[in-house]
């Protein structure tokens, strides 16, 4: 019974990737970083991690691409994806849903509330 949860991190920005990153490991999670979507997909097939949370501005090839393309591989369509989204961007959500995203979390994190929602997106995809 494999009982550490992990979530695969793809942001390009530093201080948003050290902020999520350093909560995560905060309340115990194991934790894959890419800083961009091919390097993200390529981790996420090769780990299979429990979530993964997914910066929808990327250099290169976005969230949204990068968010269809997990949901149309047989390996990882089951791994939910949830959007990191700039506040400023409005429109963005729709579009990571859209994508295949299960939710979103807005940007600049909420560091108290970020923790629970993690939680309630990897509950709520776990298996009965
Ligand atoms: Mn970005």
């Known amino acids: 019974m494999e009982d550490t949860t992990t979530v695969l991190v793809i942001e390009d ?3 948003n990737m050290e902020l999520v990153c350093d909560i995560l490991e905060a309340n115990d999670y194991a934790v894959y970083q890419a800083c961009a979507a091919q390097e993200g997909i390529k981790i996420a097939k090769e780990n299979n991690p429990n979530l993964i949370l997914m910066d929808i501005q ?3 090839m976005d969230g949204l691409e990068a968010t269809q393309i997990l949901k149309e591989d047989i390996s990882t369509k089951d ?3 949830v959007a990191l989204t700039a506040h400023a961007m409005k429109g963005d959500e729709e579009k990571a849903l859209e994508a295949g995203c299960s939710g979103y979390i807005t940007k600049p994190i909420d560091t108290r509330e970020f923790p629970s929602l993690v939680k309630t997106f990897i509950n709520s995809s776990a298996p009965e």
């Open 13 to 15: 920005n530093p201080l």
């Open 58 to 60: 990327l250099p290169g």
């Open 79 to 81: 791994i939910p994806v």
